[in-house]
């Protein structure tokens, strides 16, 4: 069974950074497509980050510019590094893997907290 494990989150001024880590186990890590999503109260969970199995990355337009997603295979952990934070930031940040090519993503972490004051 694949496990993902978020790290990291917390309490950060705004203005502040914070760099969240997704352990994922398994021998499958490389072939995985990785997410990073957030929900914040009252509303749907949105896509903020990707990277894919080849290293390409994506960014929501809010978040881009400030959010570097990162992946180390040697580690089989993905990162979200999160600069210049602010208050509308502050969500439960979950991790999501899957396979890009057959646009499947089952496997989800139990997510971290986020919480950016201002």
């Known amino acids: 069974q694949v496990q993902l494990v978020e790290s990291g989150g917390g309490l950060v001024q705004s203005g502040g950074s914070l760099r969240l880590s997704c352990a994922v186990s398994g021998s499958r890590f490389s072939d995985y497509a990785i997410g990073w999503y957030r929900q914040a109260p009252g509303k749907q969970r949105e896509l903020v980050a990707s990277?894919?199995?080849?290293?390409?990355?994506g960014y929501d337009i809010s978040v881009q510019g400030r959010f570097t997603i990162s992946r180390d295979n040697a580690q089989n952990t993905v990162y979200l590094q999160m600069n210049s934070l602010k208050p509308e930031d502050t969500a439960v940040y979950y991790c999501?893997?899957?396979?890009?090519?057959?646009?499947?993503?089952?496997?989800w972490g139990q997510g971290t907290q986020v919480t950016v004051s201002s």
């Open positions: 999501n893997a899957g396979f890009e090519r057959i646009n499947w993503f089952p496997y």
């Open positions: 990277i894919t199995s080849g290293g390409s990355t």
